[in-house]
């Protein structure tokens, strides 16, 4: 409901989440994602509460919907906490309690938490890229690095969409990026790295370092990377 009403927005939205926002008590989730949404639409009343929330260890989604609405009014506190967040590792079972579920044939559930950082990752990419601030893409490249590909896919797409020339850098590493395989074991290559250098010529064509990643690109494997590479010079 509460995803619907911003979607909605229009006073009639705010007045009905302000009404909610009264009726939990202080620290409690849906509270805080109440005033995110009230944030996201404009009102800024429980900015204090979006910002409790981003601070949240154990809400980590909700602490990055708390920095997308935050950096929406120039408020970029959000954008540490979000490469912290970005470096968390998966959670493991102790060495006992790990043997004990192994012996007893029940799962780790260290598949589900590594599940889990993987989409934690991949949402802090598209936030970061939404953003589209110079202090994003440092944490952007580091997740052109992770060990998932659809981590390093998602960090790639988020480069692209950026306005900000200080994301010409991230492009040309995520010209150097391996995105892995479809599901029909075709490589995801030429399609995102000619997606990639799309991008760096139609929003940053004049931008120091976009001539070395054509450069670069007139070096590639795929025919189709290397055109378009050799028209935009």
């Not at 302000?18 to 202080?26: N, P, R």
């Not at 010409?168 to 391996?178: F, T, W």
Request: some cysteine.
């Amino acid at each position: 409901i509460i995803d619907t009403l911003t979607r909605v927005g229009g006073d009639d939205a705010v007045a009905v989440l302000s009404k909610a926002y009264d009726h939990y008590k202080d620290g409690d989730l849906l509270q805080a994602t109440i005033a995110i949404s009230l944030l996201t639409l404009g009102d800024d009343t429980h900015v204090d509460t979006v910002r409790m929330a981003l601070e949240q260890e154990d809400w980590p989604f909700t602490s990055a919907n708390a920095a997308l609405a935050l950096a929406a009014h120039g408020d970029l506190s959000g954008i540490p906490v979000l490469d912290r967040l970005a470096h968390t590792e998966p959670k493991k079972d102790s060495g006992g309690v790990a043997a004990l579920k192994f012996l007893s044939g029940a799962s780790t559930g260290n598949a589900d938490e590594k599940s889990r950082i993987i989409r934690l990752r991949r949402r802090i990419a598209r936030t970061l890229g939404t953003i589209d601030q110079p202090e994003c893409v440092a944490t952007l490249e580091t997740l052109l690095a992770d060990d998932d590909a659809n981590v390093r896919s998602s960090a790639a797409y988020a480069l692209m969409g950026m306005t900000t020339p200080a994301a010409v850098p991230g492009l040309r590493a995520a010209m150097e990026v391996d995105y892995g395989v479809t599901a029909e074991k075709k490589s995801r290559n030429p399609a995102i790295h000619a997606a990639t250098l799309r991008a760096a010529m139609a929003r940053h064509p004049g931008a120091e370092g976009t001539a070395e990643l054509l450069l670069a690109a007139e070096q590639s494997p795929d025919p189709t990377v290397r055109f378009m590479a050799l028209v935009g010079n």
